[in-house]
């Protein structure tokens, strides 16, 4: 089964510009493994960022984008806020529609 | 409104069986495939199973598999979880997930 990996951890200042990835121990992450991106705070379900590569949703801040980058998908963050302080995942589609969470970046806005 | 409801968690003994379900409402539930995802005490989010959009295509991740029966009724707008020969590591929080919307979870503990 393919590994997705993720950053552990990121700190970015407020107002700063930080980048989360999420790569395939298969190889290149394309838009054809429809990576998605969530964010999760402490005590609460996860809610969707960014679907498909780079789809946002309605609540998703416009700070927030993805992309893919260097190989990996990408969740970039332009001018962090406090709030924004919360752990990330990313999930990848192989094959068959089995699916893989990475194992998620902790990320500190400080 | 989007909603994702999902019941039928509990404590139970190792081996025994639990069946979670998932009332979703405010959107084309026909539309999506629908997935399961859980995420033990402290741990992070990890893929259960899928299953499309009209109940014929039905994906485990390994160590499920043989174990745990995704389905869903779409007259009902459900979706199901039939959790056999349970084990201490599936204690975890279940969430029920198109991906783009998400349930609350419900806790299934495992422990004799």
């Known amino acids: 089964q393919a590994v997705v990996t993720q950053e552990p951890s990121l700190t970015v200042s407020p107002g700063g510009t930080v980048t989360l990835t999420c790569g395939s121990s298969t190889g290149t992450v394309t838009s054809g493994h429809y990576p998605y991106w969530f964010q999760q705070k402490p005590g609460q379900a996860p809610r969707t960022l960014i679907s498909?590569?780079?789809n946002k949703h309605s609540w998703t801040p416009a700070r927030f984008s993805g992309s893919l980058l260097g190989g990996k998908a990408a969740l970039t963050l332009s001018g962090a806020q406090p709030e924004d302080e919360a752990e990330y995942y990313c999930?990848?589609?192989?094959?068959?529609?089995?699916?893989?969470f990475g194992g998620g970046t902790k990320l500190t806005v400080l | 409104e989007v909603q994702l409801v999902e019941s039928g968690g509990g404590l139970v003994q190792p081996g025994g069986s639990l069946r979670l379900s998932c009332a979703a409402s405010g959107f084309t539930f026909t539309e999506y495939w629908m997935t399961w995802v859980r995420q033990a005490p402290g741990r992070g989010l990890e893929w259960v199973a899928n299953?499309?959009?009209?109940?014929?295509?039905?994906y485990y991740v390994d160590s499920v598999k043989g174990r745990f029966t995704i389905s869903r009724d779409n007259a009902k707008n459900s979706l199901f979880l039939q959790m056999n020969g349970l084990r201490a590591e599936d204690t975890a929080l279940y969430y029920c997930?198109?991906?783009?919307?998400w349930g609350q979870g419900i806790l299934v503990t495992v422990s004799s």
């Open positions: 997930t198109t991906k783009d919307f």
């Open positions: 498909s590569t780079n």
């Open positions: 999930i990848l589609s192989y094959s068959g529609d089995r699916e893989v």
């Open positions: 299953i499309n959009q009209d109940g014929s295509d039905k």
